[in-house]
């Protein structure tokens, strides 16, 4: 339940309402797939200049693309996340966005 409190005519907001807010906001995953065409360099040097991965974290998602065939590179809003996953795919690397 949300409660509010009142003081000297203000209202002022809980936690826990506070803390509500934050958990119905809705993330998504921009999701990287593995393929046979682009190389480790492509795919790290895009990360870093699209999601503004640090080389370290674009190196680890690729390793991560490689072995397992998918990464999820980034979490955020889908109007945050679409034009990046538009990038990639310009540049020829599959992504989608998961719902």
Not at 20 to 32: D, K, R, S
Request: hydrophobic residues 35%.
């Amino acid at each position: 339940m949300n409660t509010r409190e009142y003081q000297n005519g203000i209202q002022w907001q809980t936690q826990e309402e506070e803390e509500l807010a934050v958990l119905t906001e809705e993330f998504h995953n921009l999701i990287v797939w593995n393929d046979d065409v682009n190389t480790f360099d492509h795919v790290i040097a895009s990360l870093m200049e699209i999601c503004d991965h640090h080389p370290e974290q674009a190196e680890q998602c690729a390793l991560i693309i490689h072995h397992k065939g998918k990464c999820g590179v980034k979490k955020g809003s889908f109007d945050i996340l679409r034009p990046m996953a538009e990038a990639l795919i310009d540049r020829g690397i599959q992504a989608t966005i998961d719902y």
